[in-house]
């Protein structure tokens, strides 16, 4: 696990990158700031517009919730930020990997995640009750996070993300879009589960830095990194179709 962490290190902490980033205001076609629009990001107003749907078939997902995979078992690395069974994950995307049985399970909300531009990870980040998520930042500027508000639980007020010194609250059937390289923690002080539709976006560049993302992108996809979380997914699954027989 830490190789795999050095080489990810190694990988968003180079020359190239650090010059990319460095070059990010000028060459982004979305700008550089902490939050983004749906109308920077139109794919965004569809999954809105279906959110509902999407719903649908997260409920139908959560009827497993104890048996679905916390964050850390298929992203060893995420234990510098969650150690227990506070955090669930239900993969559809990741990095060139289409994690097929849950694509199945879910097929409108595949349907519309595979017509996403840059569409770099997908899934449903399924939050606790109680769950504190502690600081902590994106390593790649190349990337843009995007959270579809799915269940939402009261008081808003008690479900919040703090972003910098902003805090944002989520809604259901509404984006949330922004740039995890900022410091970022997350509450849920509630008494019921938080569900969003959580993707990493390829950030839009202007050539040649469009290239460049795009080659550090798939260097991250056979990275020991990714191999490892496909590796962890594929057994998850393997026993969870047991569960669903």
Not at 70 to 83: K, S
Not at 137 to 155: A, C, F, N, Q, S
Request: include cysteine; charged fraction near 25%; proline fraction near 6%.
């Amino acid at each position: 696990m830490k190789a795999n962490k050095n080489f990810v290190n190694l990988i968003v902490q180079s020359p190239i990158i650090k010059k990319l980033e460095s070059l990010v205001p000028k060459y982004s076609l979305v700008g550089d700031s902490i939050f983004f629009s749906t109308d920077q990001f139109p794919w965004a107003k569809e999954l809105e517009l279906n959110w509902q749907v999407i719903r649908q078939e997260l409920d139908s997902v959560l009827q497993y919730t104890n048996e679905l995979p916390n964050f850390q078992d298929i992203m060893p690395r995420q234990q510098n930020i969650t150690q227990d069974d506070g955090w669930k994950t239900y993969y559809f995307y990741a990095f060139g990997f289409k994690a097929e049985k849950s694509c199945q399970r879910c097929p409108e909300t595949w349907k519309l995640l595979k017509e996403i531009p840059g569409l770099k990870v997908a899934f449903f980040s399924v939050l606790s009750p109680r769950k504190h998520i502690p600081e902590h930042r994106g390593k790649h500027k190349g990337l843009i996070r995007y959270h579809l508000g799915l269940i939402v639980p009261e008081p808003k007020s008690a479900c919040r993300i703090r972003i910098c010194d902003e805090i944002a609250y989520w809604q259901e059937g509404k984006s949330l879009i922004f740039d995890d390289t900022f410091a970022h923690e997350v509450w849920n002080d509630t008494d019921g589960y938080r569900v969003v539709l959580f993707l990493d976006i390829a950030r839009p560049f202007r050539f040649p830095f469009s290239v460049i993302n795009w080659l550090v992108c798939q260097i991250l996809t056979l990275s020991p990194l990714v191999q490892e979380a496909k590796s962890n997914y594929k057994s998850w699954e393997s026993e969870f179709e047991k569960i669903m027989k």
